[in-house]
Protein backbone atom coordinates (compact mmCIF):
# COMPACT_ATOMS: atom_id res chain seq x y z
CA UNK A 1 0.00 0.00 0.00
CA UNK A 2 2.78 2.59 0.62
CA UNK A 3 4.65 2.04 -2.54
CA UNK A 4 1.27 2.65 -4.35
CA UNK A 5 0.59 5.72 -2.64
CA UNK A 6 4.44 7.03 -3.76
CA UNK A 7 3.74 5.69 -6.74
CA UNK A 8 0.77 7.91 -7.44
CA UNK A 9 2.60 10.94 -5.84
CA UNK A 10 5.50 10.64 -8.15
CA UNK A 11 2.73 9.62 -11.02
CA UNK A 12 0.85 13.19 -10.34
CA UNK A 13 4.19 15.43 -10.03
CA UNK A 14 5.70 13.92 -13.15
CA UNK A 15 2.33 14.42 -15.33
CA UNK A 16 1.55 17.74 -14.10
CA UNK A 17 5.62 18.45 -14.74
CA UNK A 18 5.34 17.33 -18.61
CA UNK A 19 1.76 19.41 -18.68
CA UNK A 20 3.52 22.71 -17.72
CA UNK A 21 6.39 21.55 -19.68
CA UNK A 22 4.02 21.81 -22.88
CA UNK A 23 1.97 24.50 -21.91
CA UNK A 24 4.56 26.60 -21.44
CA UNK A 25 6.25 26.15 -24.60
CA UNK A 26 3.04 25.71 -26.32
CA UNK A 27 1.89 29.77 -25.09
CA UNK A 28 5.25 31.07 -25.94
CA UNK A 29 5.26 29.63 -29.42
CA UNK A 30 2.11 30.89 -30.08
CA UNK A 31 2.83 34.57 -28.48
CA UNK A 32 6.09 34.37 -30.95
CA UNK A 33 3.85 33.26 -33.71
CA UNK A 34 1.96 36.10 -33.93
CA UNK A 35 4.73 38.67 -33.07
CA UNK A 36 6.46 36.77 -36.21
CA UNK A 37 3.57 36.65 -38.65
CA UNK A 38 4.09 39.54 -40.58
CA UNK A 39 8.12 39.91 -40.16
CA UNK A 40 8.87 37.38 -42.87
CA UNK A 41 11.13 35.66 -40.36
CA UNK A 42 8.21 32.32 -40.13
CA UNK A 43 11.31 29.73 -40.61
CA UNK A 44 13.10 29.66 -36.89
CA UNK A 45 9.52 29.39 -35.80
CA UNK A 46 8.64 26.28 -38.15
CA UNK A 47 11.74 24.83 -37.12
CA UNK A 48 10.92 25.11 -33.51
CA UNK A 49 7.67 24.01 -34.09
CA UNK A 50 8.89 20.82 -36.18
CA UNK A 51 10.78 19.89 -33.28
CA UNK A 52 8.61 20.47 -30.82
CA UNK A 53 6.21 18.00 -32.83
CA UNK A 54 9.28 15.72 -32.63
CA UNK A 55 9.35 15.71 -28.65
CA UNK A 56 5.35 15.79 -28.58
CA UNK A 57 4.72 12.47 -30.72
CA UNK A 58 7.78 10.85 -28.91
CA UNK A 59 6.62 11.24 -25.18
CA UNK A 60 2.58 11.47 -26.52
CA UNK A 61 2.40 15.13 -24.77
CA UNK A 62 -0.50 15.89 -26.25
CA UNK A 63 -2.10 13.09 -25.35
CA UNK A 64 -0.49 12.78 -21.65
CA UNK A 65 -1.89 16.74 -21.15
CA UNK A 66 -5.55 15.70 -21.93
CA UNK A 67 -5.98 13.08 -19.69
CA UNK A 68 -4.43 15.24 -17.25
CA UNK A 69 -6.77 18.08 -17.92
CA UNK A 70 -9.75 15.02 -17.42
CA UNK A 71 -8.21 13.89 -14.27
CA UNK A 72 -8.26 17.50 -12.96
CA UNK A 73 -11.72 18.47 -14.27
CA UNK A 74 -13.20 16.47 -11.32
CA UNK A 75 -11.06 17.21 -8.30
CA UNK A 76 -14.27 18.14 -5.58
CA UNK A 77 -12.19 21.75 -5.32
CA UNK A 78 -12.67 24.50 -7.11
CA UNK A 79 -9.61 26.05 -5.50
CA UNK A 80 -7.19 23.52 -6.59
CA UNK A 81 -8.87 23.09 -9.81
CA UNK A 82 -8.52 26.87 -10.20
CA UNK A 83 -4.50 26.37 -9.05
CA UNK A 84 -3.54 23.86 -11.85
CA UNK A 85 -5.73 25.77 -14.21
CA UNK A 86 -3.77 29.10 -13.59
CA UNK A 87 -0.34 27.56 -13.08
CA UNK A 88 0.11 24.39 -14.83
CA UNK A 89 -2.48 24.76 -17.82
CA UNK A 90 -1.25 28.42 -18.76
CA UNK A 91 -5.32 29.50 -18.30
CA UNK A 92 -5.71 33.01 -18.30
CA UNK A 93 -8.03 33.64 -15.03
CA UNK A 94 -9.43 36.81 -13.69
CA UNK A 95 -10.30 36.53 -10.22
CA UNK A 96 -13.28 35.13 -8.15
CA UNK A 97 -13.73 32.69 -11.79
CA UNK A 98 -15.49 29.55 -11.14
CA UNK A 99 -14.88 26.20 -13.57
CA UNK A 100 -16.97 23.54 -12.27
CA UNK A 101 -16.83 19.99 -12.66
CA UNK A 102 -15.89 17.86 -15.53
CA UNK A 103 -15.11 20.97 -17.83
CA UNK A 104 -13.07 19.51 -21.30
CA UNK A 105 -10.88 22.25 -22.11
CA UNK A 106 -8.41 21.75 -25.14
CA UNK A 107 -5.20 24.18 -25.80
CA UNK A 108 -5.98 25.85 -22.09
CA UNK A 109 -3.11 28.40 -23.10
CA UNK A 110 -5.21 29.92 -25.25
CA UNK A 111 -8.05 29.89 -23.42
CA UNK A 112 -8.66 33.28 -21.18
CA UNK A 113 -11.37 34.11 -18.49
CA UNK A 114 -12.02 37.19 -17.45
CA UNK A 115 -13.39 38.50 -13.82
CA UNK A 116 -16.32 37.02 -12.10
CA UNK A 117 -17.27 34.38 -14.59
CA UNK A 118 -18.59 31.17 -14.39
CA UNK A 119 -18.15 27.86 -16.79
CA UNK A 120 -20.88 25.40 -15.51
CA UNK A 121 -20.44 21.59 -15.41
CA UNK A 122 -19.41 19.18 -18.01
CA UNK A 123 -18.46 22.28 -20.33
CA UNK A 124 -16.28 21.82 -23.74
CA UNK A 125 -14.53 24.98 -24.22
CA UNK A 126 -12.24 24.22 -27.20
CA UNK A 127 -9.63 26.75 -27.65
CA UNK A 128 -7.70 25.64 -30.27
CA UNK A 129 -8.01 28.98 -31.92
CA UNK A 130 -8.44 31.10 -29.20
CA UNK A 131 -11.62 31.57 -26.95
CA UNK A 132 -11.92 34.78 -25.13
CA UNK A 133 -14.76 35.11 -22.32
CA UNK A 134 -15.57 38.17 -20.86
CA UNK A 135 -16.68 39.64 -16.97
CA UNK A 136 -19.06 38.19 -15.63
CA UNK A 137 -20.18 36.07 -18.07
CA UNK A 138 -22.67 32.81 -17.18
CA UNK A 139 -22.17 29.06 -18.75
CA UNK A 140 -24.70 26.95 -17.66
CA UNK A 141 -24.54 22.57 -17.45
CA UNK A 142 -23.01 21.72 -20.88
CA UNK A 143 -22.02 24.52 -22.77
CA UNK A 144 -19.91 24.11 -26.03
CA UNK A 145 -17.96 26.07 -27.68
CA UNK A 146 -15.91 25.11 -30.93
CA UNK A 147 -13.20 26.70 -32.41
CA UNK A 148 -11.90 24.22 -35.17
CA UNK A 149 -14.06 22.12 -37.45
CA UNK A 150 -13.81 20.25 -40.65
CA UNK A 151 -14.24 21.69 -44.07
CA UNK A 152 -17.05 19.79 -45.48
CA UNK A 153 -16.22 20.36 -49.08
CA UNK A 154 -12.58 20.06 -48.96
CA UNK A 155 -11.03 16.91 -50.92
CA UNK A 156 -8.84 16.09 -47.71
CA UNK A 157 -11.48 17.05 -45.30
CA UNK A 158 -8.86 19.45 -43.35
CA UNK A 159 -9.88 21.38 -40.84
CA UNK A 160 -10.48 25.52 -40.29
CA UNK A 161 -11.67 27.66 -37.58
CA UNK A 162 -11.83 30.55 -35.85
CA UNK A 163 -11.16 32.48 -32.50
CA UNK A 164 -14.85 32.37 -30.44
CA UNK A 165 -15.45 35.58 -28.15
CA UNK A 166 -18.11 36.02 -25.29
CA UNK A 167 -18.28 39.71 -24.22
CA UNK A 168 -19.33 41.05 -20.77
CA UNK A 169 -22.34 39.65 -19.22
CA UNK A 170 -23.24 37.36 -21.76
CA UNK A 171 -25.09 34.17 -20.45
CA UNK A 172 -24.98 30.85 -22.35
CA UNK A 173 -28.27 28.43 -21.18
CA UNK A 174 -27.76 24.47 -20.60
CA UNK A 175 -26.79 22.91 -23.71
CA UNK A 176 -26.06 25.61 -26.60
CA UNK A 177 -23.43 25.06 -28.97
CA UNK A 178 -21.05 28.58 -30.27
CA UNK A 179 -19.43 27.36 -33.67
CA UNK A 180 -16.17 28.62 -34.95
CA UNK A 181 -15.82 32.64 -35.93
CA UNK A 182 -18.91 33.64 -33.48
CA UNK A 183 -18.90 36.66 -31.27
CA UNK A 184 -21.58 37.11 -28.38
CA UNK A 185 -21.86 40.72 -28.10
CA UNK A 186 -21.87 42.20 -24.78
CA UNK A 187 -25.30 41.37 -22.54
CA UNK A 188 -26.55 38.82 -24.94
CA UNK A 189 -28.42 35.33 -23.64
CA UNK A 190 -28.45 32.37 -25.44
CA UNK A 191 -31.30 30.43 -24.85
CA UNK A 192 -31.02 26.37 -23.64
CA UNK A 193 -30.30 24.30 -26.65
CA UNK A 194 -29.48 27.08 -29.55
CA UNK A 195 -26.79 26.47 -31.73
CA UNK A 196 -25.29 29.85 -32.58
CA UNK A 197 -24.20 30.43 -36.75
CA UNK A 198 -23.73 33.85 -36.57
CA UNK A 199 -23.00 36.74 -34.29
CA UNK A 200 -25.56 38.09 -32.12
CA UNK A 201 -26.74 41.63 -30.90
CA UNK A 202 -25.49 43.32 -28.10
CA UNK A 203 -28.03 42.86 -24.82
CA UNK A 204 -30.02 40.63 -27.11
CA UNK A 205 -32.00 37.05 -26.77
CA UNK A 206 -31.31 34.38 -28.87
CA UNK A 207 -33.00 30.90 -29.46
CA UNK A 208 -33.44 27.76 -31.59
CA UNK A 209 -31.18 25.93 -34.38
CA UNK A 210 -29.79 27.83 -35.72
CA UNK A 211 -30.27 30.67 -32.85
CA UNK A 212 -32.10 33.48 -34.03
CA UNK A 213 -32.77 37.23 -32.06
CA UNK A 214 -36.46 36.30 -29.96
CA UNK A 215 -35.71 39.16 -27.79
CA UNK A 216 -33.82 42.18 -25.96
CA UNK A 217 -32.57 42.63 -22.59
CA UNK A 218 -32.86 44.87 -20.23
CA UNK A 219 -29.39 46.78 -20.60
CA UNK A 220 -29.35 48.34 -17.16
CA UNK A 221 -27.53 45.33 -16.04
CA UNK A 222 -24.58 45.47 -13.69
CA UNK A 223 -24.17 42.78 -11.42
CA UNK A 224 -20.62 41.38 -10.25
CA UNK A 225 -20.38 38.06 -9.77
CA UNK A 226 -18.03 37.51 -6.27
CA UNK A 227 -17.02 34.06 -6.33
CA UNK A 228 -18.86 32.50 -3.92
CA UNK A 229 -19.51 29.02 -4.39
CA UNK A 230 -19.35 25.46 -2.38
CA UNK A 231 -15.72 24.53 -1.80
CA UNK A 232 -16.54 21.10 -2.67
CA UNK A 233 -18.51 21.19 -6.14
Excluded at 171 to 191: C, D
Aim: proline share 3%; hydrophobic share 40%; with cysteine.
Amino acid sequence: MKFLFIFLVLFCIIINLLSFIYCFVQSRRTKRVSATATSGKNDSIKGKKNFLNCISSLFQLSSLLRLNLFLVSYIPSHTIRNFLYKNIFRVKMGKNVVIYYGAEIRAPWNLEIGEGSIIGDKSILDARNGIKIGKNCNFSTEVWIWTEQHSVNDEGFSCEGAPVIIEDRCWLGPRTIVLPGKTMKEGSVLAAGAVLTKNTEPFSINGGIPAKKIGERNRNINYEFEGKHFHFL
